[in-house]
């Protein structure tokens, strides 16, 4: 959405505007997943990431926490950015660190993409509106579908107790 916005305006200062809002979007959903995971804590944690994991995941974001964060919120998607931060608020990373890496990195990733969308989002948007971009998306949701049915089959064939229900006689 950013780069498509950039590149419509072609304006450096709304192209800042545009970046500035992203940020603030983008921590705003950091505050809500935060809520969340400080109340759930470790334990509920747990139940997502296995004991051996968990521990991991706590001495990387005790020794590096705003570093782990930080190059959490440069990288693109498919990049999981969403159970870093889960991770990082559920072990009770402080929140200054957790907000100042998030406001670091994501200012600098938005700010590279939409230089980027100023200097060739033209381009890209054409290229984005071929033919051929339009029948790979289709390919990429027909893919999608078939691996979602396969997923949910296999959730659905394991019994009650491997799916976290209760069995009740």
Same mark, same amino acid.
């Given at each position: ?9 072609? $304006? ?8 500035? %809002?992203?940020?603030?979007? $983008?921590?705003?959903?950091? #505050? ?13 944690? /747990? !139940?997502?990431?296995? /004991? ?17 964060? #930080? ?7 498919? #990049? ?7 991770? %990082?608020?559920?072990? /009770? ?10 406001? %670091?990195?994501?200012?600098? !990733?938005? $700010? ?13 948007? %054409? ?23 396969? $997923? ?10 491997? !799916?976290? !229900?209760?069995?009740?006689?």
């Amino acid at each position: 959405m950013l780069i498509a916005l950039v590149s419509r305006s072609r $304006s450096v200062l709304m192209a800042i505007a545009f970046v500035l %809002a992203s940020v603030g979007g $983008s921590l705003l959903g950091v #505050f809500v997943i935060d809520g969340l995971m400080r109340k759930t804590g470790e334990k509920g944690l /747990q !139940r997502f990431v296995g /004991q051996r994991k968990l521990e991991q995941l706590k001495s990387k974001l005790k020794t590096k926490g705003w570093v782990t964060v #930080f190059l959490a919120t440069l990288l693109p998607p498919p #990049f999981p950015f969403t159970p870093v931060l889960m991770s %990082a608020s559920a072990l /009770q990373t402080p929140r200054r660190t957790l907000f100042t890496a998030v406001i %670091a990195g994501r200012l600098i !990733r938005f $700010s590279v993409e939409a230089v980027l969308a100023l200097i060739f989002g033209r381009q890209v948007i %054409a290229v984005l509106n071929s033919p051929a971009v339009e029948y790979f998306v289709y390919g990429l949701i027909v893919i999608a579908i078939v691996l979602s049915v396969i $997923s949910v089959l296999k959730w659905l064939r394991k019994p009650n107790w491997e !799916r976290g !229900r209760l069995v009740r006689n």
